[in-house]
């Protein structure tokens, strides 16, 4: 029993939220029971799943990648879930062997089980104690019934074992109930798993036969053996295992926290103030009598129960304004919290707070958490719960959460206080792009943050004048995409594997997507691309599109990247500017990178060369590049593919930036191929304009051609920016470390 336990009575919130059923094979009858863990993972007996599949009970075989159907019983035991199977402890005896049926205890027998999905918002994690001998639990059938509860004690504990005993009345834990949560009602938390009971002989009963005796695992045994399997879901959750403390913290920890606490809150009566306030905010419950905890038990709930910490820091900051001494103690103990899991960086009503606002922004501008932090923070590669330009409400609690574990910004900060948290400086620029009464909202909830915090008000105040310069700017040009295909020699006919970066203004480069993992088509190669280029900014995006030498020919720009419920194709060279590249020939020069900067820096006074069946095959190509044209950057191919495929690479070796040809030429008289509707053909594309100017001109060529008939032009475009970086270049580079390192 804790100070944060007390005066509970017998109807507080129990295990229920958090258990699972575990349905038959054939979902018509519950195999046994599990709990909610973590973001998607559940755990369970290893046992339960061997009864789900219709195998010996103990039987050690891991059966592998299963998928098995779950209900939450808060919810509904007839609404199912999939959840597959991630990792497997069988049941075995102590000397690490099979064990047979019949057998009365044994170890192991644990499994954790994934869900396909994210759960139901009405399920959540339980809060874990250790299991002590003495203590009151109470376990539910797997079903979840109201009446099917069973109350026990934990009558011996030892080895990580605890024998639980029932009187003869209400229900007894038997079949359906093994891997459930055993609760605690008076501390309010779970402290074990069932694991099985001890059954009286199949004889005449007799006064020396064992009743109502089950036994369970312990939580700091089932955390053993979880990390010993490598097999704990969440890191987090590494706190909530066994150790010497009540709440799951280690001493260390805590002894760093009990010197703060000592000065911030040495007076009992102090203390007892903000620890009721802090328990009101936790939803724990405390006593009314005006006792306090001590400063050890405090320490042990902050280091760990989740957003314990900095709600305590919100409750202090005030009383330590205008007290340098508490404020300095204050920092220390907030600088312990940044070491611990269970923290996190918002207190209880900071984060409500902002999670509300943040989600009905999402409603009405998808893309708005998505900008701001693109902008907010430009030097890190953004987490993946952001990389998609569209958010939906349900998604802002996960970013949200992956937001609070970054550090700060790297600008220098007065006076040695604390940098500007990377979520402060999101919320500020969401707040910028916002305006009107929810700007003034989130900026008030930023100030009193960052106030808590000790960051100066000077280093909120730069950020916020970043953001409100950010959010006048003018209509980009355009975001630009930089995208790898690539194919191994075992990859299927018309499957690439392909990496995406985005372009940040100073030219440096972040990794949007990595689909090297599998060859995809060029349908899902066009969502990936889609996904990292959609924007809601006025400018057309640049997607510069890396090819191996023999995938010149590719029709990328053709590849839709519509989703199945749009109406309106996608191809992508009509609503991007889509270029090829082909840095690897360029290789096979010693000196095809300076030709590329110079024929680059020339490309708006040189004029176009026309490479047809005239310039003398491959050698006067050559001969054309190294003399009259040798500062050429712009060269339009016409003749047949087998015409074509000889003279493209020495164009693209001899570091020749722009080059335009038309993959329906079949070798006939490519000027005759008029445009879409009878406009002028690909050969006024070429001169018609500016130079910079001819992606948009050869976007609008492909956009208006969307109905013209067959034969009419299919143009391909080479565009060697010599300013972009190359994939290459990309993957050496470690872009967290900011423009000096980037690429």
């Given amino acids: ?44 007996c290893a046992h339960v799943v061997n009864s789900a599949l219709g195998l010996r009970v103990l039987n050690p075989g891991d059966p592998g990648n299963v998928v098995l159907d779950v209900a939450f019983p808060v919810l509904s035991a007839a609404h199912t879930w999939l959840a597959r199977l991630t990792a497997w402890i069988p049941p075995r005896s102590k000397r690490q062997r099979a064990i047979t049926d019949g057998t009365l205890r044994w170890d192991g027998d644990l499994a ?7 759960p139901p918002t009405q399920v959540g994690p339980l809060r874990w104690l250790e299991m002590e001998m003495g203590q009151q639990v109470r376990a539910w059938y797997g079903g979840g019934q109201a009446f099917s509860y069973a109350d026990v004690r934990v009558a011996s504990y030892g080895d990580g074992v605890g024998y639980l005993d029932g009187q003869l009345s209400g229900a007894a834990i038997g079949e359906g109930y093994s891997g459930g949560p055993l609760w605690s009602v008076a501390d309010r938390a779970a402290v074990g798993l069932v694991m099985g009971r001890i059954d009286a002989p199949d004889t005449a009963f007799a006064a020396q036969h064992t009743v109502r005796r089950s036994w369970g695992r312990s939580w700091q045994s089932v955390m053993a053996e979880l990390r010993r399997a490598g097999a ?20 260390s920890v805590r002894d760093m926290l009990v010197g703060p606490l000592h000065i911030l809150l040495g007076d009992p009566a102090a203390r007892a103030a903000h620890a009721g306030a802090l328990a009101v905010q936790l939803g724990l419950r405390a006593p009314v009598d005006g006792s306090a905890p001590s400063v050890e038990e405090l320490a042990q709930l902050l280091g760990g129960t989740e957003r314990a910490l900095p709600t305590l820091a919100e409750s202090l900051s005030p009383t330590v304004a205008d007290d340098p001494r508490g404020r300095v103690e204050l920092d220390r103990l907030l600088a312990v919290g ?10 209880v009503a900071e984060h409500r707070v902002l999670l509300a606002k943040l989600e009905h922004l999402a409603v009405s501008d998808p893309g708005l958490l998505h900008r701001a932090a693109n902008a907010a923070l430009p030097y890190l590669d953004l987490p993946r719960s952001l990389q998609t330009t569209r958010l939906s409400p349900s998604a802002v609690p996960g970013v949200l959460r992956e937001l609070e574990t970054w550090h700060g910004d790297g600008s220098p900060v007065p006076e040695e206080t604390p940098r500007l948290p990377a979520l402060l400086r999101v919320v500020e620029y969401v707040a910028a792009e916002t305006g009107g009464l929810a700007c003034q909202a989130l900026q008030e909830w930023g100030r009193r943050v960052s106030t808590r915090l000790g960051v100066h008000a000077s280093a909120l105040h730069e950020r916020r004048a970043d953001a409100e310069r950010w959010s006048r700017r003018t209509a980009p040009a355009g975001s630009r995409i930089l995208v790898e295909l690539d194919q191994y020699a075992k990859d299927p006919a018309g499957h690439y594997r392909c990496s995406v970066w985005r372009v940040r203004p100073d030219g440096s480069a972040a990794r949007a997507v990595t689909g090297t993992e599998r060859p995809r088509t060029g349908k899902e190669i066009a969502h990936l691309i889609r996904d990292a280029a959609d924007s809601t900014d006025d400018g057309v995006a640049m997607v510069a599109v890396s090819v191996p030498p023999d995938a010149l020919e590719l029709p990328v720009d053709e590849w839709d990247g519509a989703g199945a419920d749009e109406v309106i194709p996608a191809p992508l060279g009509e609503d991007f500017h889509l270029v090829l590249r082909c840095p690897k020939l360029r290789t096979r020069s010693r000196t095809g990178d300076a030709d590329l900067k110079r024929r680059w820096r020339a490309r708006a006074q040189s004029p176009p060369l026309v490479a047809d069946h005239t310039v003398g095959g491959r050698a006067g190509l050559i001969g054309l590049l190294k003399t009259t044209h040798r500062d050429g950057a712009r060269v339009y191919l016409q003749g047949s593919p087998e ?14 930036p722009i080059v335009l040809w038309d993959r329906e030429d079949r070798g006939g008289r490519a000027e005759h191929h008029s445009g879409p509707d009878g406009g002028p053909p690909l050969t006024a594309v070429v001169a018609e304009g500016p130079v910079d100017e001819l992606p948009e001109r050869l976007r609008h060529f492909r956009a208006r051609g969307t109905a013209y008939s067959a034969g009419a032009a ?6 060697e920016d010599a300013g972009l970086p190359l994939p290459d270049e990309l993957r050496l580079a470690d872009p967290s470390r900011g423009t000096e ?3």
Avoid: N
């Fill in 1 to 44: 029993m804790t100070w944060f336990a007390t005066a509970l009575d017998e109807t507080a919130a129990d295990a229920r939220g958090g258990l699972v059923r575990v349905l038959s094979k054939d979902g018509t009858a519950t195999a046994g029971a599990g709990v909610y863990l973590a973001g998607r993972s559940l755990l369970t």
């Fill in 112 to 118: 954790v089980l994934e869900l396909e999905g994210d």
């Fill in 232 to 251: 704990v879901p969440e890191p987090h959750l590494a706190a909530l295992g066994a150790g010497p403390a009540a709440f799951g913290v280690d001493e």
């Fill in 338 to 347: 940044r070491v611990t899991d269970a923290a996190r960086l918002l207190s």
């Fill in 643 to 656: 015409h074509r495929g000889e003279l493209l690479p020495i164009c693209l070796v001899m570091g020749v």
């Fill in 714 to 719: 299919r143009p391909s475009l080479v565009w």
């Fill in 741 to 743: 390192q980037a690429i």
